[in-house]
Protein backbone atom coordinates (compact mmCIF):
# COMPACT_ATOMS: atom_id res chain seq x y z
CA UNK A 1 0.00 0.00 0.00
CA UNK A 2 1.58 3.38 -1.07
CA UNK A 3 1.99 5.85 1.98
CA UNK A 4 -0.24 8.90 2.27
CA UNK A 5 1.71 11.78 0.30
CA UNK A 6 3.13 13.94 2.79
CA UNK A 7 1.10 17.73 2.75
CA UNK A 8 3.27 20.90 1.52
CA UNK A 9 3.20 23.78 3.18
CA UNK A 10 1.60 26.26 0.55
CA UNK A 11 2.57 29.96 1.37
CA UNK A 12 -0.75 32.07 1.01
CA UNK A 13 -0.84 34.58 -1.65
CA UNK A 14 1.16 38.08 -1.17
CA UNK A 15 -1.77 39.48 -1.47
CA UNK A 16 -3.32 37.78 1.72
CA UNK A 17 -0.44 38.58 3.63
CA UNK A 18 -0.75 42.27 2.66
CA UNK A 19 -4.46 41.98 3.48
CA UNK A 20 -3.87 40.38 6.78
CA UNK A 21 -1.17 43.32 7.68
CA UNK A 22 -3.20 46.27 6.89
CA UNK A 23 -6.13 44.30 8.77
CA UNK A 24 -4.09 43.85 12.10
CA UNK A 25 -3.46 47.64 11.15
CA UNK A 26 -7.44 48.42 11.29
CA UNK A 27 -8.40 46.36 14.41
CA UNK A 28 -5.60 46.60 16.92
CA UNK A 29 -3.51 49.33 15.83
CA UNK A 30 0.73 49.23 14.45
CA UNK A 31 1.96 48.78 17.02
CA UNK A 32 0.65 44.94 16.95
CA UNK A 33 1.74 44.47 13.45
CA UNK A 34 4.89 41.86 13.99
CA UNK A 35 6.43 39.62 11.83
CA UNK A 36 5.27 36.82 14.41
CA UNK A 37 2.02 38.30 14.73
CA UNK A 38 1.18 38.44 11.11
CA UNK A 39 2.52 34.98 10.51
CA UNK A 40 0.29 33.35 13.19
CA UNK A 41 -2.50 35.18 11.35
CA UNK A 42 -1.53 34.21 7.93
CA UNK A 43 -0.27 30.48 8.61
CA UNK A 44 3.78 31.27 8.08
CA UNK A 45 6.56 31.43 10.25
CA UNK A 46 8.39 34.81 10.69
CA UNK A 47 11.38 33.42 8.85
CA UNK A 48 9.35 32.88 5.61
CA UNK A 49 8.20 36.47 5.84
CA UNK A 50 11.38 37.66 6.54
CA UNK A 51 12.40 35.52 3.29
CA UNK A 52 9.68 37.22 0.98
CA UNK A 53 9.87 41.17 2.35
CA UNK A 54 13.47 40.96 3.81
CA UNK A 55 12.58 43.99 6.58
CA UNK A 56 9.64 45.34 8.30
CA UNK A 57 10.40 48.58 6.42
CA UNK A 58 9.68 46.33 3.28
CA UNK A 59 6.35 44.64 4.50
CA UNK A 60 5.33 47.97 5.22
CA UNK A 61 5.50 49.78 1.82
CA UNK A 62 4.09 46.54 0.28
CA UNK A 63 1.31 46.95 2.51
CA UNK A 64 0.93 50.79 1.64
CA UNK A 65 1.83 50.34 -2.17
CA UNK A 66 -0.98 47.44 -2.04
CA UNK A 67 -3.69 49.61 -0.05
CA UNK A 68 -3.13 52.47 -3.08
CA UNK A 69 -3.48 50.58 -5.77
CA UNK A 70 -7.02 49.47 -4.16
CA UNK A 71 -7.39 53.40 -3.72
CA UNK A 72 -6.30 53.87 -7.42
CA UNK A 73 -8.87 51.98 -8.38
CA UNK A 74 -11.56 53.94 -6.63
CA UNK A 75 -10.16 56.93 -7.31
CA UNK A 76 -9.79 56.19 -11.33
CA UNK A 77 -13.54 55.15 -10.90
CA UNK A 78 -14.55 58.28 -9.31
CA UNK A 79 -12.99 60.88 -11.43
CA UNK A 80 -14.57 59.17 -14.65
CA UNK A 81 -17.69 59.13 -14.02
CA UNK A 82 -19.62 61.39 -15.66
CA UNK A 83 -20.18 64.56 -13.31
CA UNK A 84 -18.95 67.73 -13.13
CA UNK A 85 -15.29 68.65 -12.47
CA UNK A 86 -16.42 70.56 -9.49
CA UNK A 87 -18.36 67.70 -7.64
CA UNK A 88 -15.70 64.94 -8.82
CA UNK A 89 -13.29 67.16 -6.94
CA UNK A 90 -14.99 67.15 -4.06
CA UNK A 91 -14.67 63.19 -4.33
CA UNK A 92 -11.34 63.21 -4.81
CA UNK A 93 -11.27 65.27 -1.40
CA UNK A 94 -13.43 63.17 0.45
CA UNK A 95 -11.06 60.08 -0.43
CA UNK A 96 -7.83 61.36 0.07
CA UNK A 97 -9.11 62.38 4.31
CA UNK A 98 -8.80 60.13 6.65
CA UNK A 99 -12.06 58.75 7.71
CA UNK A 100 -11.46 59.54 11.38
CA UNK A 101 -8.53 59.50 13.84
CA UNK A 102 -6.42 56.33 13.76
CA UNK A 103 -7.49 55.25 9.91
CA UNK A 104 -5.32 52.94 9.03
CA UNK A 105 -4.78 53.99 5.49
CA UNK A 106 -3.06 56.86 7.54
CA UNK A 107 -1.44 55.35 9.78
CA UNK A 108 0.66 53.09 7.82
CA UNK A 109 1.21 56.66 5.45
CA UNK A 110 2.38 58.07 8.78
CA UNK A 111 4.79 55.24 9.83
CA UNK A 112 6.16 54.74 5.90
CA UNK A 113 6.91 58.92 5.75
CA UNK A 114 8.62 58.42 9.36
CA UNK A 115 10.94 56.04 8.10
CA UNK A 116 11.40 57.12 5.15
CA UNK A 117 14.69 59.66 6.16
CA UNK A 118 16.22 56.17 6.74
CA UNK A 119 15.08 54.74 3.75
CA UNK A 120 17.00 54.10 0.52
CA UNK A 121 16.64 55.90 -3.38
CA UNK A 122 14.48 52.84 -4.58
CA UNK A 123 12.33 52.79 -1.76
CA UNK A 124 12.00 56.86 -1.85
CA UNK A 125 11.63 56.48 -5.33
CA UNK A 126 8.24 54.01 -4.71
CA UNK A 127 6.72 56.74 -2.09
CA UNK A 128 7.30 59.01 -4.82
CA UNK A 129 5.23 57.16 -7.09
CA UNK A 130 2.39 57.01 -5.06
CA UNK A 131 2.19 61.00 -4.19
CA UNK A 132 2.47 60.90 -8.14
CA UNK A 133 -0.25 58.99 -9.05
CA UNK A 134 -2.44 61.32 -6.53
CA UNK A 135 -1.12 64.87 -8.07
CA UNK A 136 -1.28 63.74 -12.21
CA UNK A 137 -4.71 63.00 -11.25
CA UNK A 138 -6.10 65.73 -9.57
CA UNK A 139 -3.72 68.01 -12.06
CA UNK A 140 -5.82 66.29 -15.55
CA UNK A 141 -8.92 67.28 -13.11
CA UNK A 142 -7.94 71.27 -12.52
CA UNK A 143 -7.14 70.82 -16.19
CA UNK A 144 -10.36 69.89 -16.91
CA UNK A 145 -12.71 71.72 -15.12
CA UNK A 146 -10.63 75.37 -16.34
CA UNK A 147 -11.00 74.32 -19.94
CA UNK A 148 -14.41 73.67 -18.69
CA UNK A 149 -15.03 77.22 -16.86
CA UNK A 150 -15.74 75.71 -14.20
CA UNK A 151 -12.63 76.44 -12.38
CA UNK A 152 -10.65 79.56 -12.39
CA UNK A 153 -7.46 80.19 -14.86
CA UNK A 154 -5.11 78.78 -11.87
CA UNK A 155 -1.77 77.45 -13.17
CA UNK A 156 -2.85 73.34 -12.86
CA UNK A 157 0.70 72.11 -11.15
CA UNK A 158 1.01 74.70 -8.71
CA UNK A 159 -2.25 74.50 -7.58
CA UNK A 160 -2.47 70.85 -7.21
CA UNK A 161 0.56 71.06 -5.15
CA UNK A 162 -0.98 74.04 -2.68
CA UNK A 163 -4.67 71.77 -2.36
CA UNK A 164 -2.49 68.79 -1.77
CA UNK A 165 -0.42 70.05 1.08
CA UNK A 166 -3.10 71.47 2.68
CA UNK A 167 -4.88 68.46 2.28
CA UNK A 168 -1.72 66.14 4.04
CA UNK A 169 -1.36 68.81 6.82
CA UNK A 170 -5.02 68.09 8.06
CA UNK A 171 -5.00 64.46 6.92
CA UNK A 172 -2.61 64.46 9.77
CA UNK A 173 -4.26 66.46 12.30
CA UNK A 174 -7.75 64.24 11.80
CA UNK A 175 -5.21 60.85 11.96
CA UNK A 176 -4.25 61.46 15.13
CA UNK A 177 -6.94 62.77 16.39
CA UNK A 178 -5.77 66.33 17.35
CA UNK A 179 -8.62 67.99 19.15
CA UNK A 180 -11.10 70.56 17.17
CA UNK A 181 -10.43 69.17 14.05
CA UNK A 182 -12.21 66.21 12.71
CA UNK A 183 -12.92 64.82 9.06
CA UNK A 184 -15.91 67.15 9.03
CA UNK A 185 -14.15 70.52 10.05
CA UNK A 186 -11.12 69.41 7.89
CA UNK A 187 -13.99 68.96 4.81
CA UNK A 188 -14.94 73.14 5.65
CA UNK A 189 -11.74 74.20 5.71
CA UNK A 190 -10.66 72.83 2.26
CA UNK A 191 -14.06 73.68 1.10
CA UNK A 192 -13.78 77.45 1.87
CA UNK A 193 -9.58 77.20 0.21
CA UNK A 194 -11.34 75.93 -2.91
CA UNK A 195 -14.03 78.78 -2.63
CA UNK A 196 -11.52 81.70 -2.13
CA UNK A 197 -9.30 80.38 -4.56
CA UNK A 198 -10.30 78.04 -7.22
CA UNK A 199 -14.48 78.16 -7.80
CA UNK A 200 -15.47 80.95 -9.65
CA UNK A 201 -16.98 83.87 -8.02
CA UNK A 202 -20.60 83.42 -8.37
CA UNK A 203 -20.41 79.55 -7.55
CA UNK A 204 -18.11 80.34 -4.22
CA UNK A 205 -20.59 82.72 -2.95
Not at 145 to 159: K, L, N
Not at 175 to 199: C, K, N, Q, Y
Amino acid sequence: MTPPARRRNVAPPREAVLRAAMDTIAERGLDALTMAGLGRDVGMSSGHLLYYFGTKDELLLRTLEWSEGRLGVERGALLSRPAPAAARLDSYVRLYLPDAPRDPHWTLWLEVWNRSAYADDAARARQAAIEGAWHRDLVALLVEGIAQGEFRAVRPDRFATRLRALLDGLSVHVAVGLPGTDRERALAHVADFLADSLLPVDDAA
